[in-house]
């Protein structure tokens, strides 16, 4: 089951970002997917916010990962740059540790990620909207994405 929505400014982007901020627990996976300038950093920046991230969020395009601490930490990856996908990175570390982590690019490793994650498509519609389809995998996903959706 996927859950598709349109968002007509960066307020509405931010506020679902924080709405699903406000679900996910230690442990949890955002994998992000979609076009340059399409909003994944926009998106991350306002879920790092919602889970009481407070330094400022930008993406770690040339570092591959960041390092943020709010009620839990939060791990923001750029993988973008990441050209052997079976590279050892330790990503499992991070996505089977105790905070929460959020992968822009996330097929670029695909066969590193865990089954269970919720995977969000950013589409570009004009300066303002994206429309977003988020793609639960795992039953924990399915109800976070029935929540926030209802």
């Given at each position: ?20 901020g406000s679900k996910l627990a230690s442990g949890d996976l955002i994998c992000l997917e979609g ?31 960041k390092q943020y601490q709010g009620n839990l930490p939060f791990y923001h990856f750029d993988v ?71």
């Amino acid at each position: 089951m996927n859950f598709e929505i349109s968002c007509k400014s960066e307020i509405e982007t931010a506020e679902l970002a924080t709405k699903l901020g406000s679900k996910l627990a230690s442990g949890d996976l955002i994998c992000l997917e979609g076009d340059l300038g399409a909003g994944k950093t926009t998106f991350t920046k306002s879920l790092a916010k919602a889970i009481g991230v407070t330094r400022t969020v930008n993406s770690p395009t040339f570092t591959i990962m960041k390092q943020y601490q709010g009620n839990l930490p939060f791990y923001h990856f750029d993988v973008y740059r990441i050209e052997n996908e079976d590279e050892d990175f330790g990503f499992e570390e991070y996505f089977y540790g105790g905070g929460i982590s959020v992968v822009e690019w996330s097929h670029l490793i695909a066969s590193q990620l865990p089954e269970e994650r919720l995977d969000i498509f950013i589409y570009y519609v004009n300066e303002n909207e994206r429309r977003m389809k988020f793609v639960p995998l795992g039953d924990r996903y399915l109800k976070i994405c029935s929540e926030l959706f209802e």
